[in-house]
């Protein structure tokens, strides 16, 4: 509820009798409407406009936000694209800056301010021909006369322009800044009990006693005031009254709130209604209280929040239906449903791995409680895969989720071939808005040949993930980071047993150069491990590879690293990758990345950065075009110290979304 009369209604000075100011409210951040009754006559007759500069003096230094104010509120600033015909035109804008300035300043609490203004002309040899019909303007008072003409009317014979602006300038005398001194809240017809979380004075409103007495403030705690009651049993509550009385001879103020906090209520059951395949049971599953719980409309919006995050609805209305019974007030859910069925595509081209694509169909509603099926395939010359994923939300916990998953895939590298079918189940959790954990099992079967022949392994996994996100957009960040850590035990089978352990440690972090997101700062690292076998005895799916777009870019998909003897890469137990990069946007739509990449994969369980196999460098420039979907990639990559064999001239990725 606007405090819009919190000043207008009742300021009386202490000692003095009423007040000659009245409050700033409205507050007068509210632009100029129009100029019409500046030159409405004279744009028919003549093409001769005015032009002005206005400069503000008496401020002290550091009251840049006060000047700031000043000119937002200021008719000749905010009408200085339709300039008037005439002085007398830009004289009545300056007369009405002055109580516009006025009032600014009283909201800022200096009620004993000043302003005047001058007008000065330019000299004579700044004109052509006769002066204008206007009398030169003399220095002119901060209030119109009684008299003062009205907007024009009619206009002189069409005169020379004048060449050289107008120069107006305002002189402003702040005077002292008034203190706010004391605030009283009463409550009538009804006083609500002693209860923590009810406002009873400043304390309660984030007001302090000795501060600024600001309009803006003021307003703001009213709507504190009135928040706090809505969360604390009272959402009918009202301002019946509200007073601010200055006192000039302290140079302070004081505030009286009269409020009525309206019938003390509880949350009732709640009513779902609009639902077409949703189970109103799980969308009730969403609520944050129990009925018989004292009503907080803060409850009523995290449980609207939360169902938006589900991207079930497209819109979702919360009200309180009808009266209160037996003092408990029942909640009505109003729900439209989104299409849960999507299907999509896409495309990525590389120079070493050549075209491949994507297609998916997903249902994210599948019986009636939110539950996700995608299935998805994927077709290119090295690798082809079919996954199924499934997800069941708020799994025996509103913070945990089921997850399935079965996938078949044939790759063809320079490295391996493998044929290879896996399925697993997990459980992850949201600890907080930034951590996820995930745990869970996993079965697969391989049929690998590389070096070491044809083999079979059936693999017994522990996979285990937990992760830090705080970045704004998962396809565009601009701030923000990731943090990944991931470790699996296997147990291979088949031919022998075998465990052995993989974890890897990643994260990328993004920086925001300007306020306008158009230069972002952008760095990654990873780290990864292998240990508890020989790189021969694991299965070539399962070690360390590097190179490639989504790794170090300039260098061959995957052949970073130990080569055998026709310079086929061997994959590594582990590896180190660094890459940093300077994302410019150029236009809305089209910007620019140069980048570096770095790393190199180990034969050794640790990265041990030896001589024999230095840290392998690419660098490139990317193209961005920037689609509401995410970015469109084009990197173009050199390695900066390629190998006498395997490595290319110049590598290309054409991919959506950036490079991490």
Request: include cysteine; glycine fraction near 10%; proline fraction near 7%.
């Amino acid at each position: 509820m606007a405090i819009a009369g919190l000043l207008c209604a009742c300021i009386t000075s202490s000692g003095v009798g009423r007040a000659d100011d009245r409050a700033p409210w409205p507050p007068p951040e509210s632009r100029p409407d129009s100029a019409a009754g500046d030159a409405q006559a004279s744009a028919e007759e003549t093409d001769t406009r005015i032009a002005y500069t206005v400069e503000i003096q008496g401020l002290a230094e550091g009251e840049d936000d006060l000047e700031t104010l000043l000119r937002g509120s200021s008719r000749l600033i905010g009408l200085q694209d339709d300039l008037p015909a005439t002085v007398a035109g830009v004289r009545r804008r300056a007369r009405a800056d002055v109580e516009r300035f006025q009032k600014a300043l009283r909201s800022e609490g200096f009620y004993d301010a000043n302003v005047s203004f001058e007008i000065a002309e330019p000299p004579p040899d700044a004109t052509a021909g006769a002066p204008q019909a206007d009398a030169p303007a003399a220095p002119a008072s901060d209030s119109p006369a009684p008299d003062s003409p009205a907007p024009d009317s009619t206009v002189p014979a069409p005169a020379e322009t004048v060449r050289e602006p107008l120069e107006v300038t305002f002189e402003v005398e702040t005077g002292t800044v008034y203190l706010l001194a004391r605030v009283d809240i009463s409550y009538t017809p009804a006083t609500p009990p002693e209860r923590e979380g009810i406002p009873r004075g400043a304390e309660g409103l984030d007001l302090q006693l000795g501060m600024r007495a600001r309009a803006p403030a003021i307003q703001a705690a009213e709507r504190r005031l009135l928040s706090a009651l809505e969360n604390h049993g009272y959402p009918d509550a009202r301002v019946r009254d509200r007073q601010a009385v200055i006192d000039r001879s302290q140079k302070t103020m004081r505030v009286n709130w009269q409020v009525d906090p309206g019938a003390f209520t509880r949350f009732g059951e709640i009513d779902v209604s609009g639902l077409e395949t949703v189970e109103a049971k799980y969308v009730r599953s969403f609520s944050t209280w129990t009925p018989g719980d004292v009503y907080d409309q803060r409850r009523i919006e995290q449980m609207r929040g939360k169902l938006l995050e589900t991207g079930l609805f497209d819109s979702i209305q919360v009200d309180r239906a009808g009266e209160p019974s037996d003092g408990r007030t029942p909640i009505q859910l109003t729900l439209d449903e989104r299409e849960h069925r999507s299907i999509g595509f896409g495309a990525r081209y590389s120079t070493s791995t050549g075209p491949s694509g994507t297609a998916f169909w997903e249902h994210r509603n599948l019986l009636g409680q939110d539950e996700n099926l995608r299935l998805e395939l994927n077709a290119g010359l090295i690798e082809q895969r079919f996954t199924a994923t499934a997800r069941k939300p708020r799994w025996n916990r509103d913070d945990q989720d089921l997850l399935g998953n079965f996938e078949l895939r044939h790759k063809d590298s320079d490295s391996f071939e493998e044929y290879a079918a896996e399925a697993g189940v997990s459980v992850e959790r949201e600890f907080d808005d930034l951590w996820t954990g995930r745990l869970g099992g996993s079965v697969e079967a391989l049929q690998t040949t590389d070096n070491e022949g044809t083999r079979e392994f059936i693999l017994f996994g522990v996979p285990t993930a937990l992760t830090r996100d705080s970045r704004d957009d998962p396809l565009d960040p601009t701030e923000g980071s990731r943090l990944s850590l991931e470790a699996t035990p296997y147990l291979s089978t088949v031919e022998s047993f075998q465990p052995f352990f993989t974890g890897s440690l990643g994260g990328a972090t993004y920086y925001t150069i300007d306020a306008q997101d158009r230069f972002v700062l952008a760095g990654r690292a990873r780290v990864g491990t292998l240990f508890g076998a020989e790189t021969e005895q694991v299965p070539a799916s399962k070690r360390f590879y590097a190179g490639g777009g989504g790794s170090i870019r300039g260098f061959p998909f995957e052949e970073v690293g130990p080569l055998d003897e026709d310079n086929d890469p061997l994959g590594g137990r582990s590896l180190v990758e660094l890459g940093v990069e300077l994302r410019i946007k150029i236009t809305e739509t089209i910007g620019i990345v140069p980048f570096v990449d770095a790393g190199q994969v180990y034969d050794t369980v640790y990265p041990d950065f030896s001589v024999d196999e230095p840290l392998r460098y690419g660098a490139g420039l990317g193209l961005r075009y920037y689609t509401a979907i995410g970015p469109v990639r084009l990197d173009v990559a050199v390695p900066l110290n390629p190998r006498e064999s395997n490595d290319n001239a110049f590598e290309i990725y054409i991919s959506l979304g950036q490079a991490f």
